[in-house]
């Protein structure tokens, strides 16, 4: 009789799957020590000039020279970022793509359109923030609207007769909201590029915008455009002498963070380098004194725990509360048309 082999073999295929993980992880901390091994794609899905675009270069920048090797920006504008947003979705989740995320990809969109093709919580990782900040309301520096009570004196004699530019949902929804709350009516007008958008602003087409600090500091230290207000919970120190719109309504205000994220798969120890390289770049004295000082964004190391952490909590404030939409503050069950036409 043969000499029963059962619980020998059940013995060894059990301690053989114990070894898997142990093996597979020991395999991605090979990989990870041994990444990057070539060129590194930044996909930023917006227009080359825009705040995410600068950032993403200069912590690029300084990525490159601690790695040894190119990270390079891609810009892939359209739909409100969904376009770049899916590339990136669609890449191997092997540390080589990299994506620009902001709140308008990683907050706004999944509640300002049906079908954006991707959920930022089951798709992808925040492996590190680059720093948040607010906006601008903006005029032309020949603007007869010297301050914001004078334009929303005009808005309000003539309901519909000023445009308002936008090139994304971060400088959408905050004048969504303001016409809710002061009770006016005004007309929006979408962009591809923020340089578009710049450009109809000087010559008429358009009245005011909302733009982010970054990207609308040189227009306003080269005079040429006329900041009204800031959407900051309290003043600048960068701007004392300007008012935050919470002044006029309080509790108004509208912040949005940029941020470095991978597709979810991107294995656990590329993340990690990752997050230590951006901290490395944003904490580095040169960069930290642009980020602050020049593109007025509030910088800081995060774990990746906590910016996942800022992530969710962007996503919450952009929600909406109180029965308003998240898109716009407009009453639910009562959506005006621009929220209605983002749906399609």
Known sequence: MSRPTFGRRSALGAFAAALLPASRLAAQNAVATDWPTKPVHIIVPFAPGGSGDITARLVGKSIEDKTGQPFVVENKPGANGIVGVLAVKSAPADGYTLMLATTSTNAANIHMFKSPGYDPEKDFTVVGVIGSSGAFLVVPAESPYKTLADLLAFAKANPGKLNFGYFNASSQV???????????????????????????????????????????????????????????????????????????????????????????????????????????????????????????????????????????DQQWHRRGVGGRCGACGCATGERRRRCLELDQ
């Open 174 to 312: 905050p004048a969504e909201v303001l016409a809710t709350k002061a009770g006016v009516e005004w007309q929006g007008v979408a962009y591809k590029a923020i340089g578009n958008a710049w450009t109809d602003l000087y010559a008429g087409a358009i009245q005011f915008m909302f733009v982010d600090l970054t990207a609308g500091r040189g227009q306003v230290v080269a005079s040429k455009a006329r900041p009204l207000a800031i959407t900051l919970p309290e003043r600048s120190p960068l701007y004392p002498e300007l008012p935050t719109l919470s002044e006029t309504f309080p509790g108004f205000t509208s912040t949005g963070f940029l941020a470095i994220a991978v597709p979810k798969a991107t294995p656990r120890p590329i993340q990690e380098r990752l997050n230590a390289l951006i901290n490395a770049a944003i904490s580095a004295p040169e960069i930290r004194d642009r980020l602050v000082n020049e593109f007025a964004l509030t910088a800081r190391p995060l774990s990746l725990e906590q910016c996942a952490a800022v992530a969710s």
